[in-house]
């Protein structure tokens, strides 16, 4: 606990400021992909990144319903039982926490302290949310829609239930859900039950869990998590909002770990490196590899499509031939041209980075 | 990464030293128990803590045999449809790890840096360990049995498959299962697919998961795990080995939380506060809660008993009428006398910690 109950502002680590209590607090309850679950196309129960910003909220089935409210000619008011009779589609999407790979800059912004860990996919079922917009009837005024969660905290000082906006345009989107199931079982309370949001292609905070309220609005969302803490800025400027994902290649380490600093050995010899890839602003066009550093890079090959929304696998053949230490590296471009940066580009906030991974790794002389 | 690429022993931070990114990066792929999912009496999945030495394994259920080895008389190779045609059981059990809380001493001992929160309560399924000694045949000679699973890697310098040593006369114990289903469902793979050891009422090391070998030894079981990892000790002598759950109670955290303090904010009125406590060593035998950081302790009620190797609910009625900061604890004590020490009782490896929990809560006036 810091000295303050009740933060006031964001913050950022002093240069040689290690993690703090808080910081540890936050991560143990939130949790990142064990590296070694990029081995599976569709993240296991339990395996997928989970961000939440205040507590799970234990969410009543026999009295919760989704509003639908606002500029609309009919506001709505449905059960889990008229969603689930809508049409039903499943989707496999990548989500990523717009926050991932923060406690890697430097200097550190002082939040969620994501390394390299805050992704998962999923198969989610639910209905499209375009049609049940068009049936409530969205006014010429309409502008926003707004998002409201069950989930109740305070944050920089602003109480608040949890809530995001997305555009008219971006929120009927065909391949926007209302998702009642992960992995074809009912939703866990954890990812947002009984209903949540998945906007496919959007970092996470998007994606709005334990859904209550859709209010469609005739002018900007000026909520907190649009207006404040989902930006991209360098000082005290309102600065970009954050919404697609950006390029980014994982490796699963190959090896084996050490327990205490994660770093990989293995032996001399052809070792084939795989991974993932994905990215919310274009398809995956190319993955590269470096077992240097950085200092060279290797094209990857890619792996089958598995639909726009999903991440993509990849691999590369490597020879190691020398004992000793290096560090293995992996970078994605999209078909848009994005690319991910070797140096890391630095905001106040920690958002959308998707600086390089880096796993070290000790190559040892294989027995004969 | 620390400036080693394998850690060589165990290591103490430096009184003024913050949490290190190789802690960090271990916060972040073990997850704990996001304190408000006490109010569930069974943890759902994902839910539950999880500790993994090395990688979670990929484990081929084609060729996968669970094997029964050493001084035993016939020796065994089980298939898991061999052993889901045994008796067939199922326990509530409440594992903890026996480094929760390390990261809350000081000085701090460097390795899995838990707070509170590394604790869970699982349905297990599966069947009793004792009858399948039994059927191959314990030799006189059998002093303890080693539980191997397929997780491998290195910890301090020593290489190796993940594994410990229970006795013999702890290992028949009736309770002990070979568990292949959690909560209903097929063993996650991060919980040990397709087949791990449940020992009900020890720290969670002993509950190998991944399990490939059972071999019975005329000898004491001198792995790392029992005779390095797992030991009580202050200094650089052996140590007393670490094994059953002290006892501990945990409180479901009341009101609603700063985002980034995890402090809470309530209004003032009656709040009960509700909790889980449990002890491996004996049954729980009273909770007290203490709402003034520790100064006042009150007798919390417990609720129904769930099973000797499951947590037990409890709860106090707490009347906040002062607006302001303060601190709730909680504390449990079980029927073999033990209670948790409200001071640290330090030791190096930070192991079997069960100081008690600290809740720090800003009280305002209610609105009227």
Chains 1, 2 share one sequence.
């Not at 994660?262 to 590899?289: E, I, K, N």
């Not at 053949?317 to 848009?336: I, K």
Request: overall charge negative.
């Amino acid at each position: 606990m810091s000295e303050q109950l009740l933060e006031t502002a964001a913050r950022i680590a002093e240069p040689d400021e290690a993690v703090s209590l808080d910081e540890l607090r936050l991560a143990a309850r939130n949790s990142g992909l064990p590296l070694e679950a990029l081995r599976y196309d569709v993240t296991p129960l339990g395996m997928h990144y989970l961000l939440v910003h205040y507590d799970i909220p234990h969410v009543d089935l026999a009295t919760w319903t989704l509003r639908v409210s606002g500029a609309v000619e009919r506001e709505l008011a449905l059960s889990l039982a008229d969603l689930r009779d809508r049409p039903r589609v499943t989707t496999r999407v990548t989500l990523e926490c717009a926050g991932n790979g923060r406690a890697r800059l430097l200097p550190r912004p002082v939040s969620q302290p994501w390394l390299d860990e805050a992704v998962g996919t999923a198969e989610w079922t639910g209905t499209p949310l375009a049609p049940l917009l068009a049936e409530a009837g969205l006014l010429p005024s309409a502008v926003d829609v707004s998002f409201t969660g069950h989930d109740h905290g305070i944050e920089r000082g602003v109480e608040q239930d949890y809530a995001r906006g997305l555009s008219v345009a971006d929120a009927t989107a065909p391949e926007v859900l209302l998702a009642y199931e992960m992995n074809g079982v009912p939703l866990p309370p954890q990812h947002g039950a009984p209903l949540r949001l998945v906007a496919p292609g959007w970092y996470g905070m998007a994606s709005v869990k334990w859904l209550r309220e859709i209010s469609v609005l005739d002018r900007p969302f000026d909520g907190f998590q649009n207006t404040v803490a989902y930006r991209l800025k360098q000082g005290d400027e309102d600065g970009e909002p954050v919404t697609r994902i950006r390029p980014r290649a994982l490796l699963q380490p190959p090896g084996f770990p050490d327990f205490m600093t994660r770093a990989r050995v293995l032996d001399t010899g052809r070792h084939v490196l795989t991974g993932r890839a994905w990215s919310g602003m274009a398809p995956v066009a190319r993955v590269q590899v470096s077992t240097d550093g950085g200092a060279e890079w290797h094209e990857a090959s890619l792996g089958a499509d598995e639909g726009r929304w999903a991440w993509r696998s990849w691999s590369f053949a490597w020879d190691a031939t020398v004992p000793g230490p290096t560090v293995l590296c992996c970078r994605a471009t999209d078909e848009a041209g994005n690319v991910q940066p070797v140096d890391q580009a630095w905001n106040r906030q920690g958002m959308a980075s998707n600086l390089v991974q880096r796993v070290p790794v000790l190559v040892r002389e294989a027995a004969h």
